[in-house]
């Protein structure tokens, strides 16, 4: 069965340090692997999405992710981070086959900015 | 403009009530999803659909019940028959191949 670990429930920065939110996962095949940001009270986004080829993926508002096959992860990343990107962060896992569109999620991380 | 629209945005229901969630997409996809959402623990999938006329439990499904009578709608009733039903509830729609999800907006229910 698949599965997602965050290990961080919560990270703090300071606005304009460079940001790490850890992702582990386990899955048999080659996964197919998100980040969804969520503000609170609100549905989820997405941030970006693995599938295959390059394995540093490139997404909205400035993040990016790579994917380590030998380390099962799939860490996000951003250089320099706003006040604005204080939200929850998941990462998910998606499912082949029969099951494709089924995703799995990990508990997610509280990112908290401060000024 | 295309998109997942849940209604209501919140919701109060006495114990011993059932209540249905709104859930509509006009993204013309095939799959359709319901979480529900508890602090700390993330998303946990209740009901899922791929087809009209077609869906299978989730990791939580006891004490909820979902209908697909259209590929647009997928509503889903929070029974008396849950015995915690407070929590953050979202819908999400994907293209069947490809995973990721959109989601709407939520729906906050409370048992008063």
């Known amino acids: 069965a698949q599965s997602v670990t965050q290990p961080d429930i919560h990270i703090t920065v300071s606005e304009g340090a460079s940001l790490e939110l850890r992702c582990n996962y386990s899955?048999?095949?080659?996964?197919?692997l998100f980040w969804y940001v969520q503000s609170p009270g609100q549905g989820l986004q997405l941030l970006l999405k693995?599938?295959?080829?390059?394995?540093l993926v490139q997404g909205i508002k400035g993040f990016e992710a790579e994917f380590k096959r030998s380390q099962s992860s799939f860490n996000l990343r951003k250089p320099s981070v706003h006040w604005s990107d204080a939200a929850e962060y998941f990462c998910?896992?998606?499912?082949?086959?029969?099951?494709?569109?089924?995703?799995?999620f990990g508990d997610g991380t509280t990112l908290t900015v401060k000024p | 403009d295309g998109g997942i629209t849940q209604s209501p945005k919140y919701l109060f229901r006495k114990e011993g009530q059932n209540v249905t969630l709104s859930c509509e997409q006009n993204l013309n996809h095939d799959a359709m999803y319901w979480y529900r959402q508890d602090p700390g623990q993330g998303l946990r999938l209740i009901y899922y659909?791929?087809?009209?006329?077609?869906?299978q439990k989730g990791d939580i499904a006891e004490g909820y019940s979902v209908s697909r009578e259209k590929k647009e709608s997928f509503p889903l009733t929070v029974t008396s028959a849950q015995k915690n039903p407070t929590a953050f509830y979202l819908c999400?729609?994907?293209?069947?191949?490809?995973?990721?999800?959109?989601f709407g907006p939520g729906t906050r229910l409370t048992v008063l």
């Open positions: 998910a896992v998606g499912a082949h086959g029969t099951n494709a569109g089924k995703s799995t």
């Open positions: 659909s791929q087809i009209v006329n077609d869906f």
């Open positions: 899955y048999g095949a080659t996964p197919y």
């Open positions: 693995y599938f295959s080829g390059d394995t």
């Open positions: 999400a729609s994907s293209s069947l191949g490809y995973n990721e999800q959109f």
